[in-house]
């Protein structure tokens, strides 16, 4: 496994080793022993989600303020932009962004920490998207920031306005947001 560190030291991009052949490929998805030794990272996954978007949906950005989810996320079918926002108060790197391509075809994970805001817009037609989180889904917890917030400025790769749930229509800004200390 490679561990490819971004502007936000926290959040990492791993790529696993992929065997493949003629026949097609082989790949370790997830193992514990090796995540925690490549990236110093020791939180327990305790649950798997799987997702699937349409082509300009915008998932996020979410986080939960009580019970905070660290994410490690990959795509199976499809193409995403990936992005993490630093949303602890007392971080060097708070207000800040970092994004990531994920497709079937790079196999590439994101790791986004727990402190974290998160969300992705599907690039391609479809796209089935599987993360591993570190703490249980707490919906009474779940918050959203606007996800075209001008503060954050975030560069979705956009063509169209993209596809949103009722909730993150409405979500605050970075200013107006819960936040983490």
């Given at each position: 496994m490679k561990v490819i560190p971004t502007k936000i030291k926290d959040v990492l991009i791993v790529e696993p080793q992929v065997f493949g052949d003629d026949r097609g490929f082989f790949l370790e998805s997830f193992n514990a022993e090796k995540f925690a030794s490549a990236t110093g990272v020791n939180l327990d996954f305790i649950q798997d989600n799987h997702s699937r978007s349409s082509?300009?949906?915008?998932?996020?950005?979410?986080y939960q303020i009580k019970q905070p989810q660290g994410k490690l996320v990959r795509v199976v079918v499809g193409e995403v932009l990936d992005v993490?926002?630093?949303?602890?108060?007392?971080?060097?790197?708070?207000?800040?962004?970092?994004?990531?391509?994920?497709?079937?075809?790079?196999?590439?994970?994101?790791?986004?920490?727990?402190?974290?805001?998160?969300?992705?817009?599907?690039?391609?037609?479809?796209?089935?998207?599987?993360?591993?989180?570190?703490?249980?889904?707490?919906?009474?917890?779940?918050?959203?920031?606007?996800?075209?917030?001008?503060?954050?400025?975030?560069?979705?790769?956009?063509?169209?306005?993209?596809?949103?749930?009722?909730?993150?229509?409405?979500?605050p800004t970075l200013k107006n947001a819960d936040l983490f200390d």
């Open positions: 082509k300009n949906v915008l998932r996020g950005l979410h993490a926002v630093d949303i602890r108060k007392s971080s060097a790197t708070f207000g800040q962004w970092v994004s990531c391509l994920l497709s079937a075809e790079n196999k590439r994970q994101f790791w986004v920490p727990p402190g974290f805001a998160h969300g992705f817009v599907t690039l391609s037609d479809s796209a089935d998207f599987l993360y591993k989180t570190t703490n249980y889904y707490a919906p009474e917890h779940e918050r959203s920031l606007l996800w075209n917030d001008p503060e954050l400025a975030i560069d979705w790769q956009l063509k169209d306005t993209p596809t949103l749930s009722a909730k993150d229509q409405v979500a």
